[in-house]
C-alpha cells in the first residue's frame, strides 16, 4: 500500500484501507464499516517497515496531528514490526481505485505457507464394517497428522494405525449413487496435513459461559474446530487463551449445541522453536459462474464452502470452479462463505 495509507482493521482477517486524502474526502460513505475496528494503523513511508500504531499515536502522543505521527514512527513502540498483523485488505488509493492487497502489505505470498502432504487417494480402499466404514490408504502415506473428510463432511474417525481409519455408525448418513441402487456408495475421501506440522489429540471444551467456550489448555491461532462435521472459525479471548468463542454463531444457536461433540484439533510445530500460525483468507471475485478467485496461489490450502471440503476445480493458480457433481455446490451465491485455509511458521 502507498506511503499515507490509514488502515483499519476490521477483524482479524481483513482490512479496509485509503490513501488519507481520499480517507478524508470519502469519510461517510464508508464510516458504517469502520465504526467496529479493532486496530488502526498508518503507513508513513513507502517501505512494508514504516507502518505505526494509529490509534495509540493520535491518543497518547503530544502536539499537532503531523507531530504525533512523526513521534510515534520515531518510538520503536509504536512500530509494527509484526507484518502478520495486517491482512487481507481491500485498498483504495488517492482517485478512489480499489485493490485487493494480500496480507503483510502485499508481501506475504506461498513461499511463507507450509506445504501440503500429497496423498495417494487414489488407493484409497474402502469397506463397510456393518453401519461403520473402514478406509484404508496406501502404503507409503501416514495420516496421523490428517484431517480427513468423507463425503464433504470431517465426521469424526477412529485411528487403527496410521493408514488406517474407522468412520464409526456413518453409512446411513452417506448418499448412494443411485436411488435404485442400496449397495452403491460413491465415496469423496480427501486428507488434509501440513509438512512439518503435528495434529495433537483432539479435546472438547470443558465450559460455556454465554459466546466464550473454556479448554483445559491455552490454544493459539494455530487450530481448526469442528462440530458435527462442520468447520468453524473461531476468535480467542487474548486475556484467557483457553478461551474462544465462534465466530458468527448466535447465542440463540449455540444453546443447541452438544460441548462434547465440538472438536478443537491443535496443530504445532515440530520444530519447538517455530510457531505455527493459521491463516484464513475468503475469495474475493467471481471471473464467471460457480468460479472463486483468490489473492494468493491456493495450492496448499484447504478450501471449504459454509465449513464443508465439496468438489471444486482448480482453474489456475489463485482461482477454482465449483463443478456440477454430487460433492459439489449448486451456486456460488456469497464469496464470504469460501475460505481457504492455510498455515505458516515464524520465522
Not at 13 to 21: E, P, T
Not at 90 to 99: L, N, P, R, S
Not at 228 to 242: P, S
Amino acid at each position: 500500500m502507498d506511503q499515507d495509507t490509514i488502515l483499519f482493521l476490521v477483524n482479524d482477517r481483513s482490512g479496509l484501507a485509503f490513501n488519507y486524502n481520499f480517507y478524508k474526502n470519502n469519510y461517510t460513505a464508508f464510516s458504517n464499516k469502520l465504526t467496529n475496528a479493532n486496530d488502526v494503523y498508518y503507513k508513513m513511508g513507502e517501505l512494508a517497515n514504516t507502518w505505526i500504531d494509529y490509534k495509540k499515536a493520535i491518543q497518547l502522543k503530544s502536539g499537532s496531528y503531523d507531530e504525533r505521527l512523526l513521534a510515534a514512527f520515531n518510538d520503536p513502540d509504536f512500530i509494527i514490526s509484526d507484518l502478520r498483523k495486517i491482512p487481507q485488505t481491500e485498498f483504495y488509493d488517492e482517485d478512489g481505485f480499489k485493490y485487493n492487497i494480500a496480507p503483510y502489505d502485499g508481501t506475504y505470498n506461498s513461499i511463507f505457507w507450509v506445504k501440503r502432504v500429497v496423498f495417494n487417494l487414489e488407493a484409497i480402499q474402502c469397506e463397510f464394517l456393518g453401519d461403520d466404514l473402514k478406509v484404508t490408504f496406501a502404503p507409503e502415506d501416514d495420516i496421523t497428522n490428517a484431517l480427513i473428510s468423507l463425503d464433504t463432511i470431517f465426521y469424526d474417525y477412529d485411528i487403527i494405525n496410521i493408514r488406517t481409519v474407522i468412520f464409526r455408525n456413518v453409512k446411513p448418513f452417506l448418499p448412494q449413487t443411485s436411488a435404485l441402487d442400496y449397495t452403491g456408495y460413491d465415496f469423496k475421501i480427501d486428507a488434509y496435513a501440513w509438512v512439518g506440522l503435528d495434529k495433537r489429540e483432539e479435546e472438547s471444551p470443558l465450559t460455556r459461559n454465554g459466546l466464550w467456550y473454556s479448554l483445559e489448555y491455552p490454544i493459539e491461532e494455530n487450530s481448526i474446530i469442528i462440530y458435527k462435521g462442520v468447520v468453524y472459525d473461531y476468535e480467542l479471548d487474548y486475556t484467557d487463551k483457553r478461551k474462544f468463542k465462534l465466530k458468527d454463531v448466535e447465542l440463540s444457536v449455540l444453546e443447541t449445541f452438544e460441548i462434547d461433540r465440538i472438536k478443537v484439533h491443535e496443530f504445532i510445530s515440530q520444530d519447538i522453536n517455530r510457531e505455527c500460525r493459521k491463516y484464513v483468507s475468503n475469495g474475493i471475485a467471481n471471473r464467471y459462474r460457480d468460479c472463486v478467485e483468490f489473492t494468493l496461489p491456493i495450492t496448499d490450502s484447504m478450501i471449504l464452502f459454509n465449513g464443508v471440503d465439496n468438489d471444486f476445480e482448480v482453474v489456475d493458480t489463485t482461482a477454482i470452479i465449483y463443478p456440477q457433481t454430487l460433492f459439489s455446490v449448486n451456486h456460488v451465491s456469497n464469496l464470504s462463505f469460501i475460505t481457504a485455509v492455510n498455515f505458516t511458521l515464524g520465522l
